[in-house]
Nanobody, 122 residues
Framework: VQLQASGGGLVQAGGSLRLSCVASGRTSSSYRMGWFRQAPGKEREFVAAITRSSGSTNYADSVKGRITISRDNAKNTVYLQMNSLKPEDTAVYYC????????????????WGQGTLVTVSS
């Protein structure tokens, strides 16, 4: 599965952005799609995930209530709607595909996109 993320940019605190991730290749076999982020000088962290079939979602505690993950299987696209953005949300955001059920929604991802930069100014 090949992944292409887009939609990043510069936004003021309190603003919104919607990231998109288009998947190509063996998309029909992906069990779950996820978004991760890596801030400067920090390790990559889980943000949100959604299963392909049922649309079951999971979120990191730090983004609950502000960020929503969704998918359009017909378009092989996963979205990350980010509202009420904070400067601490500044990071490179990566989408990832979990091809098979691994027992974890935050680990065990097989394919990764190139990342899109989100910068939130105060």
């Amino acid at each position: 599965v090949q992944l292409q993320a887009s939609g990043g940019g510069l936004v003021q605190a309190g603003g919104s952005l919607r990231l998109s991730c288009v998947a190509s290749g063996r998309t029909s076999s992906s069990y779950r799609m996820g978004w991760f982020r890596q801030a400067p000088g920090k390790e990559r962290e889980f943000v949100a995930a959604i299963t392909r079939s049922s649309g079951s979602t999971n979120y990191a505690d730090s983004v609950k209530g502000r960020i929503t993950i969704s998918r359009d299987n017909a378009k092989n696209t996963v979205y990350l709607q980010m509202n009420s953005l904070k400067p601490e949300d500044t990071a490179v955001y990566y989408c990832a595909a979990q091809l098979y059920y691994s027992g974890s929604y935050s680990r065990g991802y097989d394919s990764w996109g190139q990342g899109t930069l989100v910068t939130v100014s105060s």
